[in-house]
Nanobody
Framework: QVRLVESGGGLVQAGGSLRLSCAASGQTFSSDFMGWFRQAPGKEREFVARITWNGDDTAYGNSVKGRFTASTDNAKNTVYLQMNSLKPEDTAVYYC????????????WGQGTQVTVSS
């Protein structure tokens, strides 16, 4: 079992920055994929980024490439999502998720944190 708790969401003006955190507890492995997803009202959930605890594998959604950066702090069992140059279309609930490398779906999810970008 893995428990994930996100924090760091809020209201920011367009062009601003936010850093989301995802604290993980339970049984995690360095090869696990930690993913960030988001869902805006009336839209499907969208992949944002993923990273492994050992940092050897990262990927980003096309809409956030070059603006968002995922990172990890293994000592704190925390994954971060640094979001820069935010746009109103980045407004969504952001979720942290976890899966084993050999799995195809994310098994564990956090409760989500709201990010609102004003124009």
């Amino acid at each position: 079992q893995v428990r994930l708790v996100e924090s760091g969401g809020g209201l920011v003006q367009a062009g601003g920055s936010l850093r989301l955190s995802c604290a993980a507890s339970g049984q995690t492995f360095s090869s696990d994929f930690m993913g960030w997803f988001r869902q805006a009202p009336g839209k499907e959930r969208e992949f944002v980024a993923r990273i492994t605890w050992n940092g050897d594998d990262t990927a980003y959604g096309n809409s956030v490439k070059g603006r968002f950066t995922a990172s990890t702090d293994n000592a704190k069992n925390t994954v971060y999502l640094q979001m820069n140059s935010l746009k109103p279309e980045d407004t969504a609930v952001y979720y942290c998720a976890s899966r084993r490398r050999y799995e195809t779906v994310y098994s564990y999810w956090g409760q989500g944190t709201q990010v609102t970008v004003s124009s």
